[in-house]
Nanobody
Framework: VQLAESGGGLVQPGGSLRLSCSAS????????MGWYRQAPGKQRELVAS???????NYADSVKGQFTISRDNAKNTAYLQMNSLKPEDTAVYYC????????????WGQGTQVTVSS
């Protein structure tokens, strides 16, 4: 599966962005989708994930601030980010994961989010 993120950019503190992760090449609905971020000098961390059935999981740092969703008809996962803070600045990546006898994982190329005044 090929993943392509979009929607990043420069936003002022308190602003909002919606990231999109468009998937192609496989059956999107069977993959667990996740959003990760990596700030300069830091390890990549999980921000949010959404299972095939729609259940969601969030990092404590973004609970109540970010919302992950998916539209299987459009083969797209989203990350709605509100009340953005400078510490949310990072490259945001999406990941597709399929667990079975063999686990498959695919990453997008990332999209930069910069929160600054």
């Amino acid at each position: 599966v090929q993943l392509a993120e979009s929607g990043g950019g420069l936003v002022q503190p308190g602003g909002s962005l919606r990231l999109s992760c468009s998937a192609s090449g496989s059956v999107f609905s069977i993959y667990v989708m996740g959003w990760y971020r990596q700030a300069p000098g830091k390890q990549r961390e999980l921000v949010a994930s959404i299972a095939t059935g729609g259940s969601t999981n969030y990092a404590d740092s973004v609970k109540g601030q970010f919302t992950i969703s998916r539209d299987n008809a459009k083969n797209t996962a989203y990350l709605q980010m509100n009340s953005l803070k400078p510490e949310d600045t990072a490259v945001y990546y999406c990941k597709a994961r399929r667990v079975g006898l063999v686990t498959y994982e695919y990453w997008g190329q990332g999209t930069q989010v910069t929160v600054s005044s």
